[in-house]
């Protein structure tokens, strides 16, 4: 699905432009991490501004790869295999 292409374009440092459907469910902060559009003429807008804007991309990658990392790299995962094997299994 689309959120683990965001999740993956993030670990390669890629801007990324996506709608609030395509990143529902992960963590992310439009303008920060992202930049969300919803309808055609805000993702042409975001994508002229990732285009015309380097620093801008450059800041969504860095900070994108940085969410990814944190939210979403194996020592998250890692941790959450703790309450994984504390619960008992129900038949």
Aim: proline residues 4%.
């Amino acid at each position: 699905g689309m959120r683990v292409k965001i999740i993956d374009g993030w670990m390669w440092q890629l801007p990324i432009v996506a709608t609030s459907i395509g990143a529902e469910g992960i963590c992310y902060a439009d303008g920060v991490d992202l930049l969300i559009a919803d309808d055609s003429t805000d993702l042409a807008e975001a994508v002229i501004r990732l285009l015309t804007d380097p620093e801008l991309a450059n800041d969504l990658a860095q900070a994108g790869r940085r969410t990814a990392e944190v939210e979403y790299g194996w020592q998250r995962a890692y941790l959450e295999w703790g309450t994984v094997y504390q619960r008992p299994i129900e038949p």
